[in-house]
């Protein structure tokens, strides 16, 4: 009924933290704008805002789909109210649904980026750790 709302919201939330995010590493790479530092941040790991937007993509595209599934079933109509378990009364059903179906969802898209970044701090160790290799040899 309305279960993609969940993510959505997270998405929403996820997408005001990235903004704040890259914000403040935009600042934070103004500050250390020198010619050493440039050599260094090219061997910098991937900025967490960046990470975070794998979420952000991962969650609107995923609501989108879902919001997409439910109107062409017909649980979200275009006009007010949008969802059709109000207009029928359904109204604990549907949040019974958000919930649990929802919630659910909205943890594992979450848990799945939690392995993404994971992965991909392993990758930038072992890359680091080979420079360091190879500029000791």
Same mark, same amino acid.
């Given at each position: 009924?309305?279960?993609?709302?969940?993510?959505?919201?997270?998405? /929403?939330?996820?997408?005001?933290?990235?903004? /704040?995010? !890259?914000? +403040?590493? +935009? !600042? $934070?790479?103004? %500050?250390?704008?020198?010619?050493? @530092?440039?050599?260094?941040?090219?061997?910098? !790991?991937?900025?967490? %805002?960046? !990470? #975070?937007? *794998? #979420?952000? +993509?991962? &969650?609107?595209? $995923? %609501?989108? #789909? &879902?919001?997409?599934?439910? &109107? *062409?079933?017909?649980?979200?109509?275009?006009?007010?109210?949008? &969802?059709?378990?109000?207009?029928?009364?359904?109204? %604990? @059903?549907?949040?019974?649904?958000?919930?649990? /179906?929802?919630?659910?969802?909205?943890? #594992?898209?979450?848990?799945? *980026?939690?392995?993404?970044?994971?992965?991909?701090?392993?990758?930038? +160790?072992?890359?680091?750790? $080979?420079?360091?290799?190879?500029?000791?040899?």
């Amino acid at each position: 009924m309305a279960c993609f709302l969940v993510p959505a919201t997270e998405a /929403v939330v996820t997408t005001a933290v990235q903004s /704040v995010m !890259k914000n +403040k590493e +935009k !600042k $934070g790479a103004e %500050s250390t704008a020198h010619a050493a @530092d440039a050599i260094e941040n090219a061997n910098a !790991k991937t900025p967490f %805002s960046v !990470k #975070l937007g *794998w #979420l952000n +993509k991962m &969650l609107w595209g $995923g %609501s989108a #789909l &879902l919001a997409f599934e439910h &109107l *062409w079933h017909g649980e979200v109509v275009p006009y007010f109210p949008f &969802l059709t378990a109000v207009t029928n009364g359904e109204v %604990s @059903d549907m949040l019974a649904e958000m919930s649990s /179906v929802g919630v659910v969802m909205a943890i #594992l898209v979450t848990a799945v *980026w939690g392995g993404m970044v994971a992965v991909s701090g392993i990758i930038e +160790k072992r890359a680091e750790a $080979g420079d360091t290799a190879a500029e000791n040899a």
